[in-house]
């Protein structure tokens, strides 16, 4: 059972910079597809980022395009979202999940999700 865990949400202002984490365990595929969502109240689940766990490749939405990337420590099991260039509308419960190899913008294409952390970007 895949297992996954958020952390670093929190209160910045725009322009700030933010990383949040999200450590996995359980996984026992080599290659797999490490997912970041972000959800805001009324408004459907969307897609922010993606990482081929050990292969590199990395996706992201137009939306954060340039400010905003996801890494992987493998050591730790961990993903990182590292977040730039901060806006108020960034600001929402941030999901990571655990998808195969073939996931990547659809939430439904995920098998495993964390518990989600809020950050919140104030002007």
């Known amino acids: 059972q895949v297992q996954l865990v958020e952390s670093g949400g929190g209160s910045v202002q725009t322009g700030d910079s933010l990383r949040i984490s999200c450590a996995a365990s359980?996984?026992?595929?080599?290659?797999?597809?490490m997912g970041w969502f972000r959800q805001t109240p009324g408004k459907e689940r969307e897609f922010v980022a993606a990482?081929?766990?050990?292969?590199?490749?990395?996706y992201y939405a137009n939306s954060v395009k340039g400010r905003f990337t996801v890494s992987e420590d493998n050591t730790t099991n961990t993903v990182y979202l590292q977040m730039n260039s901060l806006k108020p509308e960034d600001t929402a419960v941030y999901y990571c999940?655990?998808?195969?190899?073939?996931?990547?913008?659809?939430?439904?294409?995920?098998?495993?999700w964390g518990q989600g952390t809020q950050v919140t970007v104030s002007s």
């Open positions: 990482s081929t766990w050990n292969v590199g490749g990395t």
């Open positions: 999940a655990d998808g195969g190899i073939r996931a990547r913008a659809d939430p439904n294409e995920y098998d495993y």
């Open positions: 359980g996984r026992t595929d080599s290659v797999y597809v």
